[in-house]
Structures are given as C-alpha cells and as structure tokens.
C-alpha cells in the first residue's frame, strides 16, 4: 500500500512539474498579422489599383429577398493596394478589416486571399478567399468594383465605387 501511495505522489508531482514547466501555447498556430507590412517583394505587372482608395459608397442587392443596402463611406473607409499585391482595407459597412494579398487577372478581375479578416464581429483566418470583383472602371481618381454571385441565400450584387 506504501509503494502504491508513492508512485501516486511521484507521478503526480512528474505532471504538476510539467506542466509548470511549459510557458507556451499548448497548440502551435499561426498568428494573424493585422499590420501595414508589404509581405512580398515582387512586383504586380497590373498597377491600376496601387493607391489609397476611399469607399463612396458600398451596396449589396440580395435580388431574391428584394433587399438593398447602401453604405455612404467617409474619408476613414479605405482599402490600399501596394504595388507588391498586398491589399489593407477598412471600413466601417459590416466592420470589416481586411489584410491580404490580390490578384488581377487578364478579364479584368480583382480577387484577393485573407492573412487576416474581420467582418460583422467573425474574424476569418489566413486562406479566406473573397470572390472575384469585376473592375467595371477605373482612373486616377475613382474606382468601381462590382461583383455578382448566386448563393444558397439567393443572387447577389455587390458594388462598391471608389474616390483617390
């Protein structure tokens, strides 16, 4: 029964020690970056985007609810696209932040992949794809975006216009 007791007190004090001995974060993950930090160095040969681009307005059309919504942004609603593919966008409509990297592709297409997204409250995790945005124009000074999806929620439109 002596022996029994003092193994039961050994192995305890071997996980009691243990664990005091571990100071990190028991599941390795990988931190979400929300900084300004250009995460490449190539080039995009595509530069029409490269800029500070103030929201004008934001409208999503839920087309089988018969619902729209507009968001008249302000000078603090911004999405900024590097020159090294990198995208930093903020606004206000749903609360997004939004960090990531884009493409353009050769139709004219906008498509950007999340290191860090939030949205309405819900963080989204790197690798968080946002459906392509058609560049419907763009110019020194203004920019439209628009987008078209059927979803299980039913046809959507979303349009966001742009001001430099």
Not at 80 to 103: E, Q, R
Not at 115 to 135: L, N, R, W
Not at 137 to 148: A, G, K
Request: aromatic share 10%.
């Amino acid at each position: 029964m002596k022996r029994v007791l003092f193994i039961s007190i050994v192995a305890v004090a071997l996980v009691i020690t243990a664990c005091n001995k571990f100071k990190g974060d028991p599941t390795p993950v990988q931190k979400i970056s929300q900084s300004k930090s250009d995460t490449s160095t190539s080039l995009i040969a595509n530069t029409s985007l490269i800029g500070d681009w103030v929201v004008v307005t934001d409208s999503i059309s839920n087309m089988s609810l018969n619902q729209d919504t507009t968001y008249h942004g302000t000078t603090v609603d911004v999405y900024h696209f590097t020159k090294y593919g990198n995208l930093f966008a903020k606004s206000a409509f749903h609360g997004v932040i939004d960090t990531g990297v884009y493409t353009i592709s050769t139709d004219n297409k906008v498509q950007w992949i999340n290191s860090f997204a939030q949205s309405d409250g819900a963080t989204f995790g790197p690798g968080t794809t946002i459906g392509a945005f058609s560049i419907t124009s763009v110019s020194q000074h203004s920019l439209v975006l628009t987008q078209h999806a059927i979803s299980p929620g039913g046809e959507m439109y979303h349009e966001i216009t742009f001001k430099k």
